[in-house]
């Protein structure tokens, strides 16, 4: 595995970790007329994020790459941000927007950075998760169009 190649998969196992915890902040503090339906979305996106990031972690230790795995790792590599902790039910679906955008984005340099290094699997990998990726974004843009 190329140096670059560790380096972007560790950039997005640490998106995905700090994803994670944001979605259980978010599936914790959620408020007001849309709680029951984004209580449950973002419980789906936690165990979607924990999926994706367990698939990034075995796939770099097959590749004989060595995954980050400390919080203090996920924090300092990963582009996306933690939640404040004051964020209005509309700002949490805005961020989590935002954020899936970020890693869509970087899920496309991973592609390259695979193809470039000859590596279909990861392609692949990038691949279906930049598909679900968009998928979201297209829904939860729809959620909030007024």
Do not use: C
Request: aromatic share 10%; charged share 25%.
């Amino acid at each position: 595995m190329s140096l670059d190649l560790n380096t972007v998969l560790n950039r997005q196992l640490a998106n995905w970790s700090v994803l994670y915890f944001k979605m259980h902040h978010f599936h914790w503090f959620v408020k007001g007329d849309r709680f029951f339906e984004l209580h449950q979305k973002f419980e789906e996106f936690y165990n979607e994020a924990a999926s994706n990031l367990d698939q990034i972690a075995e796939l770099l230790l097959a590749k004989g790459g060595s995954p980050i795995s400390t919080m203090r790792e996920f924090v300092d590599q990963a582009t996306v941000k933690e939640a404040t902790g004051n964020e209005t039910t509309e700002q949490m679906v805005q961020q989590v927007i935002q954020d899936f955008k970020t890693i869509l984005k970087e899920s496309e340099a991973a592609i390259k950075e695979a193809e470039n290094a000859g590596d279909a699997v990861t392609a692949d990998l990038f691949t279906d998760l930049a598909a679900n990726l968009e998928k979201h974004i297209w829904m939860l843009t729809a959620y909030l169009a007024k």
